[in-house]
């Protein structure tokens, strides 16, 4: 089994920036993806970004241009940065690994953007 351990989040002012990390550990595994979700309060969790083994990235048309998710040497860490943050953005952000058939989720970090 894959444990995520997430790092990054906190408060911001709108306009500013941040850098989500995940670090993926457990037994032997393969990563076929990492990305991060996030969660909103009232809402359903939604894709932020993803990033495919081979590199391949996907991205919410929502943070389209302001964010970019990318992945550590090592393979085990994806990170995403955000900038240009708006109030919207508030909501606990959770990473995501596909691996070895199976989807693992951290248990979320807090992003607030004030306005």
């Known amino acids: 089994q894959v444990q995520l351990v997430e790092s990054g989040g906190g408060l911001v002012q709108a306009g500013g920036s941040l850098r989500l990390s995940c670090v993926a550990s457990?037994?032997?595994?393969?990563?076929?993806?990492m990305g991060w979700y996030r969660q909103a309060p009232g809402k359903q969790r939604e894709l932020v970004a993803v990033?495919?083994?081979?590199?391949?990235?996907n991205y919410a048309d929502s943070v389209k241009g302001r964010a970019t998710i990318s992945r550590g040497s090592a393979g085990n860490t994806v990170n995403l940065q955000m900038n240009s943050l708006k109030p919207e953005d508030t909501a606990v952000y959770y990473c995501?690994?596909?691996?070895?058939?199976?989807?693992?989720w951290g248990q979320g970090t807090q992003v607030t953007v004030s306005s």
């Open positions: 990033i495919a083994s081979e590199g391949r990235t």
């Open positions: 995501m690994v596909v691996a070895d058939g199976r989807a693992s």
């Open positions: 457990g037994n032997r595994f393969n990563i076929l993806a």
